[in-house]
Protein backbone atom coordinates (compact mmCIF):
# COMPACT_ATOMS: atom_id res chain seq x y z
CA UNK A 1 0.00 0.00 0.00
CA UNK A 2 1.69 3.38 -0.98
CA UNK A 3 1.89 6.07 2.01
CA UNK A 4 -0.51 8.59 -0.25
CA UNK A 5 -2.90 7.79 -2.48
CA UNK A 6 -4.69 9.92 -4.94
CA UNK A 7 -6.80 9.61 -8.00
CA UNK A 8 -5.16 10.16 -10.87
CA UNK A 9 -7.83 11.39 -12.69
CA UNK A 10 -8.83 12.89 -15.17
CA UNK A 11 -11.14 14.65 -13.47
CA UNK A 12 -13.60 17.00 -16.11
CA UNK A 13 -15.87 19.53 -14.37
CA UNK A 14 -17.55 22.89 -16.76
CA UNK A 15 -16.97 26.04 -15.62
CA UNK A 16 -18.46 27.24 -12.46
CA UNK A 17 -18.40 23.85 -10.89
CA UNK A 18 -17.04 23.23 -7.20
CA UNK A 19 -14.33 20.87 -7.30
CA UNK A 20 -12.77 18.38 -4.71
CA UNK A 21 -9.63 16.98 -4.56
CA UNK A 22 -8.87 14.39 -2.03
CA UNK A 23 -6.04 12.30 -0.84
CA UNK A 24 -5.83 9.17 1.80
CA UNK A 25 -2.57 8.58 3.34
CA UNK A 26 -1.77 5.89 6.36
CA UNK A 27 1.01 6.92 7.93
CA UNK A 28 0.03 8.51 11.69
CA UNK A 29 2.87 10.34 11.64
CA UNK A 30 2.30 12.92 8.63
CA UNK A 31 1.31 16.22 10.65
CA UNK A 32 1.89 19.07 7.70
CA UNK A 33 0.18 18.56 4.48
CA UNK A 34 0.28 20.83 1.08
CA UNK A 35 -1.47 21.24 -2.14
CA UNK A 36 0.76 22.08 -5.25
CA UNK A 37 -0.74 22.88 -8.53
CA UNK A 38 1.46 21.35 -11.47
CA UNK A 39 0.52 23.06 -15.14
CA UNK A 40 1.89 21.23 -18.18
CA UNK A 41 5.58 21.45 -18.60
CA UNK A 42 6.07 23.38 -15.51
CA UNK A 43 6.79 23.44 -11.82
CA UNK A 44 4.59 22.40 -9.08
CA UNK A 45 3.41 25.50 -7.23
CA UNK A 46 2.20 26.05 -3.60
CA UNK A 47 -1.17 26.57 -3.08
CA UNK A 48 -1.91 25.51 0.49
CA UNK A 49 -0.14 24.48 3.59
CA UNK A 50 -1.60 23.48 6.61
CA UNK A 51 -1.02 21.70 9.84
CA UNK A 52 -3.55 20.92 11.88
CA UNK A 53 -7.24 19.24 11.01
CA UNK A 54 -9.82 21.53 10.33
CA UNK A 55 -10.29 23.98 6.92
CA UNK A 56 -8.07 26.47 5.44
CA UNK A 57 -9.52 28.96 3.40
CA UNK A 58 -7.22 31.31 0.81
CA UNK A 59 -9.69 32.73 -1.63
CA UNK A 60 -11.48 30.00 -4.18
CA UNK A 61 -9.67 27.56 -2.51
CA UNK A 62 -9.99 25.42 0.36
CA UNK A 63 -7.81 23.43 2.39
CA UNK A 64 -9.99 20.03 4.79
CA UNK A 65 -7.60 17.93 7.00
CA UNK A 66 -9.60 14.82 8.74
CA UNK A 67 -6.34 13.46 10.57
CA UNK A 68 -8.63 10.78 12.45
CA UNK A 69 -9.45 9.52 9.30
CA UNK A 70 -6.20 10.36 7.51
CA UNK A 71 -8.40 12.28 5.04
CA UNK A 72 -7.16 15.60 3.31
CA UNK A 73 -9.30 17.41 0.74
CA UNK A 74 -9.18 20.82 -1.50
CA UNK A 75 -12.46 22.29 -2.79
CA UNK A 76 -11.93 24.64 -5.84
CA UNK A 77 -15.30 27.11 -5.95
CA UNK A 78 -16.64 28.22 -8.95
CA UNK A 79 -13.53 27.21 -10.79
CA UNK A 80 -12.06 28.17 -14.10
CA UNK A 81 -10.28 27.25 -17.20
CA UNK A 82 -7.27 28.55 -15.88
CA UNK A 83 -7.57 25.98 -13.13
CA UNK A 84 -7.05 23.15 -15.62
CA UNK A 85 -3.64 21.67 -14.51
CA UNK A 86 -2.72 18.68 -12.14
CA UNK A 87 -3.25 18.93 -8.48
CA UNK A 88 -0.34 17.16 -6.06
CA UNK A 89 -1.45 16.64 -2.09
CA UNK A 90 1.76 16.11 0.09
CA UNK A 91 2.60 15.67 3.53
CA UNK A 92 5.54 15.01 6.14
CA UNK A 93 6.01 14.47 9.41
CA UNK A 94 7.14 16.97 12.16
CA UNK A 95 10.52 16.27 14.36
CA UNK A 96 13.84 15.53 12.39
CA UNK A 97 14.28 15.80 9.05
CA UNK A 98 11.01 14.35 7.15
CA UNK A 99 10.73 13.91 3.66
CA UNK A 100 8.35 15.21 1.94
CA UNK A 101 5.67 12.78 0.43
CA UNK A 102 3.71 13.33 -2.65
CA UNK A 103 0.79 12.00 -3.86
CA UNK A 104 0.61 11.00 -7.48
CA UNK A 105 -1.47 14.06 -8.44
CA UNK A 106 -4.90 14.31 -10.04
CA UNK A 107 -5.48 16.17 -13.05
CA UNK A 108 -8.30 18.14 -13.57
CA UNK A 109 -9.74 19.86 -16.59
CA UNK A 110 -11.99 22.70 -16.25
CA UNK A 111 -14.24 22.91 -19.43
CA UNK A 112 -15.75 26.53 -20.75
CA UNK B 1 13.17 37.57 -10.38
CA UNK B 2 13.17 33.67 -10.74
CA UNK B 3 13.40 32.51 -7.29
CA UNK B 4 14.21 28.77 -7.99
CA UNK B 5 15.80 28.92 -11.24
CA UNK B 6 17.54 25.52 -13.11
CA UNK B 7 19.83 25.07 -15.91
CA UNK B 8 19.47 23.49 -18.35
CA UNK B 9 16.25 23.58 -19.12
CA UNK B 10 16.04 20.45 -21.59
CA UNK B 11 18.93 18.02 -22.07
CA UNK B 12 19.05 15.37 -24.46
CA UNK B 13 21.98 13.10 -24.21
CA UNK B 14 23.89 9.84 -25.44
CA UNK B 15 23.65 6.76 -22.85
CA UNK B 16 26.79 6.63 -20.72
CA UNK B 17 27.71 10.45 -20.55
CA UNK B 18 28.31 13.02 -17.73
CA UNK B 19 26.08 15.98 -17.15
CA UNK B 20 25.28 18.51 -14.38
CA UNK B 21 21.89 20.53 -13.76
CA UNK B 22 22.61 23.26 -11.82
CA UNK B 23 20.34 25.10 -9.66
CA UNK B 24 19.91 28.43 -7.45
CA UNK B 25 17.82 29.88 -5.33
CA UNK B 26 17.02 33.99 -4.47
CA UNK B 27 14.46 33.39 -1.63
CA UNK B 28 16.98 33.06 1.31
CA UNK B 29 15.69 29.22 2.34
CA UNK B 30 18.15 27.13 4.55
CA UNK B 31 16.87 24.20 2.75
CA UNK B 32 17.18 22.28 -0.44
CA UNK B 33 16.15 19.78 -2.91
CA UNK B 34 16.20 17.51 -5.97
CA UNK B 35 13.20 15.97 -6.72
CA UNK B 36 12.71 13.36 -10.15
CA UNK B 37 9.24 13.22 -11.48
CA UNK B 38 8.58 10.12 -13.93
CA UNK B 39 6.65 9.50 -16.97
CA UNK B 40 3.58 8.82 -14.71
CA UNK B 41 3.95 12.66 -12.71
CA UNK B 42 5.23 10.44 -9.43
CA UNK B 43 7.29 13.34 -7.73
CA UNK B 44 9.97 11.65 -5.32
CA UNK B 45 12.51 12.95 -3.47
CA UNK B 46 16.21 12.46 -4.31
CA UNK B 47 18.16 14.74 -2.14
CA UNK B 48 17.66 17.19 0.83
CA UNK B 49 20.70 19.84 1.72
CA UNK B 50 20.22 22.06 4.98
CA UNK B 51 22.61 24.90 5.45
CA UNK B 52 24.81 22.89 2.41
CA UNK B 53 24.66 19.68 4.35
CA UNK B 54 23.08 16.59 3.25
CA UNK B 55 20.19 15.38 5.54
CA UNK B 56 18.10 13.01 3.32
CA UNK B 57 19.79 10.67 0.15
CA UNK B 58 16.67 8.48 -0.65
CA UNK B 59 18.35 5.51 -2.10
CA UNK B 60 19.60 7.22 -5.13
CA UNK B 61 22.51 5.15 -7.45
CA UNK B 62 25.38 6.52 -6.37
CA UNK B 63 25.91 8.12 -10.01
CA UNK B 64 24.24 10.86 -8.83
CA UNK B 65 25.85 13.25 -6.64
CA UNK B 66 24.75 16.42 -5.08
CA UNK B 67 26.94 18.90 -4.46
CA UNK B 68 26.13 22.96 -2.54
CA UNK B 69 28.82 25.09 -2.73
CA UNK B 70 26.70 27.26 -0.45
CA UNK B 71 22.83 27.88 0.98
CA UNK B 72 21.82 29.27 -2.42
CA UNK B 73 23.34 26.75 -4.95
CA UNK B 74 22.51 23.22 -4.95
CA UNK B 75 23.71 21.44 -8.37
CA UNK B 76 23.52 17.92 -9.35
CA UNK B 77 26.01 15.90 -11.31
CA UNK B 78 25.22 12.45 -12.57
CA UNK B 79 27.74 10.08 -14.32
CA UNK B 80 26.87 7.39 -17.08
CA UNK B 81 23.87 8.32 -17.83
CA UNK B 82 21.33 5.62 -18.25
CA UNK B 83 18.13 5.29 -20.40
CA UNK B 84 15.83 4.71 -17.04
CA UNK B 85 17.50 8.50 -16.20
CA UNK B 86 15.08 10.16 -18.29
CA UNK B 87 12.87 12.01 -16.59
CA UNK B 88 12.28 15.66 -15.45
CA UNK B 89 14.41 16.57 -11.97
CA UNK B 90 13.36 19.52 -10.29
CA UNK B 91 15.09 21.28 -7.62
CA UNK B 92 13.24 22.82 -4.74
CA UNK B 93 13.76 25.50 -2.02
CA UNK B 94 12.24 25.95 1.90
CA UNK B 95 12.57 28.26 4.40
CA UNK B 96 13.66 25.02 6.90
CA UNK B 97 13.21 21.61 6.88
CA UNK B 98 9.65 19.66 6.95
CA UNK B 99 8.00 23.10 5.18
CA UNK B 100 6.47 24.27 2.58
CA UNK B 101 8.90 23.79 -0.84
CA UNK B 102 9.32 26.55 -3.66
CA UNK B 103 10.09 24.24 -6.79
CA UNK B 104 12.09 25.11 -10.10
CA UNK B 105 10.20 25.18 -13.36
CA UNK B 106 12.52 21.50 -14.08
CA UNK B 107 15.00 20.13 -16.57
CA UNK B 108 13.63 17.59 -18.64
CA UNK B 109 16.29 15.21 -19.24
CA UNK B 110 16.63 12.51 -22.16
CA UNK B 111 19.09 9.80 -22.16
CA UNK B 112 18.80 8.48 -25.89
Known amino acids: QKEVEQDPGPLSVPEGAIVSLNCTYSNSAFQYFMWYRQYSRKGPELLMY????GNKEDGRFTAQVDKSSKYISLFIRDSQPSDSATYLCAMTGSGGYQKVTFGTGTKLQVIP | DTAVSQTPKYLVTQMGNDKSIKCEQN?????MYWYKQDSKKFLKIMFS???????INETVPNRFSPKSPDKAHLNLHINSLELGDSAVYFC???????????FGQGTRLTVV
Open chain 2, 49 to 55: YNNKELI
Open chain 1, 50 to 53: TYSS
Open chain 2, 92 to 102: ASSPAVNTEAF
Open chain 2, 27 to 31: LGHDT
